[in-house]
């Protein structure tokens, strides 16, 4: 997997796993936009608009907003021009029907993902950083049921992604800086 270019990669980890800030660092060196679906949904609650009107509870509860929703915001985003020539998904997909969207989309434009980036963390160095990074709004209740949520719904998808030979797993207890070089070197894109 050599040039920056047409690459279409699907970041997956558990909250605390660190892909959103992977998400962006290999954003940047790739010159491709890091699309994140959590912040999309927080600037649209922000906003006030329809979206977020209809986002807020089920974001501050933990749960996770319904597929069909979520597919339109992906659509919609995956339309822009910047995201033609590649992008790294964070956030999305998160649920079996979410991957099926999502094929669905790529299929319409003759794209499809080449890699699903799982950043592995272990139990301990999760709940460390679930409390150093938890949102103002946030309790130890809601950081469990994201946490639960994760392992009910999204969890399946590395089974899948790995059975489809796209899986590529990189050690996230490590320092930032070591994850991004894992994750350049599991890509093959030169540091
Ligand atoms: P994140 O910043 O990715 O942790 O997302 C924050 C919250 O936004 C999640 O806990 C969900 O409520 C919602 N959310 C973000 N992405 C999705 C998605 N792909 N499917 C459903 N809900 C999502």
Do not use: C, H
């Not at 997997?1 to 047409?6: F, I, P, T, V, W």
């Amino acid at each position: 997997m050599a040039g920056a270019a047409d690459l279409r990669i699907v970041m997956l980890g558990p909250p605390g796993s660190g892909k959103g800030t992977q998400a962006a660092l290999l954003a940047e060196k790739l010159g491709l936009p890091a699309i994140s679906t959590g912040e999309m949904l927080r600037q649209a609650v922000l906003a006030g608009n329809e979206l977020g009107r209809k986002v807020d509870a089920i974001m501050a509860s933990g749960a996770l907003v319904d597929d069909a929703t979520m597919g339109e915001v992906v659509e919609e985003r995956l339309a822009a021009e910047d995201a033609r020539q590649g992008f790294i998904l964070d956030g999305y997909p998160r649920t079996m029907a979410q991957v099926e969207s999502l094929e669905r989309i790529l299929e319409a434009e003759s794209w499809a993902i080449d890699a699903a980036l799982a950043i592995e963390v272990s139990e301990a160095v999760l709940t460390e950083r679930a409390l150093a990074r938890q949102r103002a709004d946030d309790t130890a209740e809601v950081i469990g049921e994201r946490y639960r949520v994760y392992e009910e719904k999204t969890a399946p998808l590395l089974d899948y992604y790995g059975g489809r030979g796209l899986l590529l797993r990189v050690d996230g207890d490590q320092s930032i800086e070591e994850v991004t070089a894992d994750v350049l070197a599991a890509l093959s894109v030169e540091a």
